[in-house]
């Protein structure tokens, strides 16, 4: 019985071993017909198909030529992603230039890696812009208020003399439409972009969200209206704001700020550093913050935006805006608790006279002389009327 037991077994072993080696007639078809085949890339021979790296246009092969030598490596097809290369799409390139593009080409943005370009906008956002356009702002604010609690305010708020009309009522309200819609704008901009440091612990995410989403729609209407009034602004008040007589001295003395006896140089309706915070403030910083804002809002015609340029204006318009918030932090500092008689100046429109000769006595001399009129905006009032001061 024995025999018989193992003369089976070995009949049957032989057939499994019959009918292994006989391909399946499924399998047969399917070769016949080229169809897809498994490959074991560890039994491929290398004098039928090479090492791909030893071909010298390894570098250069399409994912149908990695293929034959490295079946399943679509490292070229993920390669040209990785350097921007364009796909196809379907959307207009007016309405999304950049809508085949995956992964931008790498670049290197000054204070960034070689890396992809959007890599590399976050990498100057996060690393610099950010923590020291933060840093200069707090240590401006921070100068000001030292200089308030160990000076106090300048000038010495003399009255009397007759009223000077400073401003006329256009130029108050150019004025203070520019300034309302500034502070909208830089409050905004300073919650978008440090918000999440001091605002999002204290309320929450969804607050902080909501408050977040409100800023940024106020930030995108406010700032085409801010440009406008700016462009006002500039030609309002340029006349007064060339170079002239004793601004040199006034620049050299630093407008009697550090003299023991407050007394301020002479100078014009606008002094050397009202002119500085003119030049450089509204018109340069101005000119730079109102442009590349604009590119970012999409609101110049017959400009395309693909990611490259908003990124680019994203980093010149965060760079502009901070050095702007810390010019304009001292112009407000200055025509508010900075200095005594300022803020009436803007606020009526009217000075006294004797402000006027303490703080810009060139203009007083005018006035007094003639050539200014001390009403600018309705008949002029008799010179008389402010020798007095």
């Not at 399409?62 to 379907?90: D, L």
């Not at 200089?147 to 004025?175: D, M, N, Q, V």
């Not at 704008?185 to 929450?204: D, E, Q, W």
């Not at 209407?221 to 006002?232: H, K, N, R, Y």
């Amino acid at each position: 019985m024995s025999k018989r037991y193992l003369l089976m077994t070995f009949l049957l072993a032989l057939g499994l071993s019959a009918a292994a080696q006989t391909p399946a007639p499924q399998d047969s078809a399917a070769a016949a017909k080229g169809g897809i085949q498994s490959q074991n890339i560890l039994e491929v021979k290398p004098e039928v198909k090479p090492d791909a790296s030893s071909d010298p246009n390894y570098a250069k092969q399409t994912n149908a030529e990695r293929g034959r030598v490295q079946p399943g490596n679509n490292a070229p097809m993920w390669r040209g992603i990785a350097a921007g290369a364009e796909g196809y799409s379907s959307l207009p390139k007016s309405q999304a230039p950049e809508a085949g593009v995956l992964i931008q080409a790498q670049v290197q943005y000054p204070g960034s890696r070689m890396t992809t370009a959007g890599e590399a906008w976050r990498q100057v956002r996060n690393n610099w812009i950010i923590p020291y356009g933060g840093a200069l702002f707090l240590i401006a604010l921070g100068a000001l208020a030292i200089f308030y609690f160990t000076r106090g305010p300048l000038g010495h708020g003399a009255h009397g003399g007759g009223k000077i009309e400073r401003f006329t009522p256009f130029e108050r309200s150019a004025h203070w439409t520019n300034a309302i819609t500034f502070v909208i704008l830089a409050v905004s901009g300073i919650v978008m972009a440090f918000g999440k440091f001091f605002l999002l612990p204290a309320l929450g995410l969804t607050l902080f969200g909501a408050l977040t989403y409100v800023l940024k729609s106020l930030h995108n209407f406010a700032g085409p209206v801010f440009a406008v009034s700016l462009v006002i602004v500039f030609l309002t008040f340029v006349r007064d704001n060339f170079p002239q007589r004793g601004d040199l001295g006034w620049l050299l003395k630093a407008g009697g700020v550090f003299s023991k006896t407050g007394y301020e140089p002479p100078s014009h309706r606008f002094n050397a550093g009202e002119k500085v915070v003119f030049w450089f403030g509204v018109f340069l910083l101005g000119a730079i913050s109102v442009s590349s804002g604009l590119v970012m809002d999409q609101l110049v015609p017959s400009l395309t935006y693909p990611r490259q340029t908003m990124q680019i204006a994203h980093m010149i318009h965060s760079v502009s805006a901070l050095l702007m918030m810390c010019v304009f932090a001292l112009h407000i500092y200055l025509g508010t608790i900075g200095m005594r008689g300022a803020y009436q100046g803007m606020r009526t429109g009217h000075v006294d006279a004797a402000w006027a000769k303490e703080h810009h006595e060139y203009w007083y001399d005018d006035v007094v002389a003639g050539k200014i009129p001390a009403q600018r905006s309705s008949p002029a009032a008799p010179a008389e009327q402010v020798k007095t001061a």
